[in-house]
């Protein structure tokens, strides 16, 4: 079995930063894409940041320049640098990896989520 278990979820001003980690655990052999996704209420699911274990990087336009991803391949851990928050970016934030596990399977898996709060 594989989990991905995030953290670094909170409340903060408009203006202020947070970091958001996700780390994955179990019968692992690889962790290839990671990324994150965020929902908003009534709103669909949407992609904000993506990294493979080479190191690439894609961004949603509307966190450009404001949000950094990057992983620890070493302890298949992902985290999203959040700087420059706005209200807008209010959403409960998912952790996303495709994983080959031992048995060679290579599925999805998602994490349960962590909500981010931005204050006016």
């Known amino acids: 079995q594989v989990q991905l278990v995030e953290s670094g979820g909170g409340l903060v001003q408009a203006g202020g930063s947070l970091r958001l980690s996700c780390a994955a655990s179990?019968?692992?052999?690889?962790?290839?894409?990671m990324g994150w996704y965020r929902q908003a209420p009534g709103k669909q699911r949407e992609l904000v940041a993506g990294?493979?274990?080479?190191?690439?990087?894609n961004y949603a336009d509307f966190v450009k320049g404001r949000f950094t991803i990057a992983r620890d391949n070493a302890k298949n851990t992902v985290y999203l640098q959040m700087n420059s928050l706005k209200p807008e970016d209010t959403a409960v934030y998912y952790c996303?990896?495709?994983?080959?596990?031992?048995?060679?399977?290579?599925?999805?898996?998602w994490g349960q989520g962590t909500q981010v709060t931005v204050s006016s």
């Open positions: 996303n990896a495709l994983i080959t596990s031992l048995g060679l399977k290579k599925e999805v898996y």
């Open positions: 179990g019968s692992i052999l690889s962790t290839n894409a």
């Open positions: 990294i493979v274990s080479g190191g690439s990087t």
